[in-house]
């Protein structure tokens, strides 16, 4: 079992960036997805944009798209999530996940909660003027 710690969340105007960061304790070897997912009180937890460790593939979320960019640092062992043009929805706790079986997933599998059997805490984003 893998442990994630997420940090990188904060407080920002709306148009503003922040860039999490998800840091692993054991090395996410290629062939796994990741994923960033978000939950705003009284929600429930949305997949936000998961990426193919090992090879190029990423997927996003209709509502950020264009705004949010995932990436993996593999010497760092580290999943980022810049995101951009901060708009007062994007409020929420950030959750990162990994999946360890190894599967290939098609968009909507990989940005479903239910695929991910890994997760860290949570790093709260709030969106406000």
């Known amino acids: 079992q893998v442990q994630l710690v997420e940090s990188g969340g904060g407080s920002v105007q709306p148009g503003g960036s922040l860039r999490l960061s998800c840091a692993a304790s054991?090395?996410?070897?290629?062939?796994?997805?990741m994923g960033w997912f978000r939950q705003a009180p009284g929600k429930e937890r949305e997949g936000v944009a998961a990426?193919?460790?090992?090879?190029?593939?990423?997927y996003y979320a209709d509502s950020v798209k264009g705004r949010f960019t995932i990436s993996r640092d593999n010497a760092k062992n580290t999943l980022y999530l810049q995101m951009d043009s901060l708009k007062p929805e994007d409020t929420a706790m950030y959750y990162c996940?990994?999946?360890?079986?190894?599967?290939?997933?098609?968009?909507?599998?990989?940005?479903?909660?239910?695929?991910?059997?890994?997760w860290g805490q949570g790093t709260q984003v709030t969106v406000s003027s």
């Open positions: 054991t090395y996410t070897y290629s062939g796994h997805f």
């Open positions: 996940a990994a999946d360890s079986s190894g599967d290939w997933y098609t968009r909507e599998r990989a940005l479903s909660r239910y695929t991910y059997n890994n």
């Open positions: 990426i193919y460790i090992g090879g190029v593939t990423t």
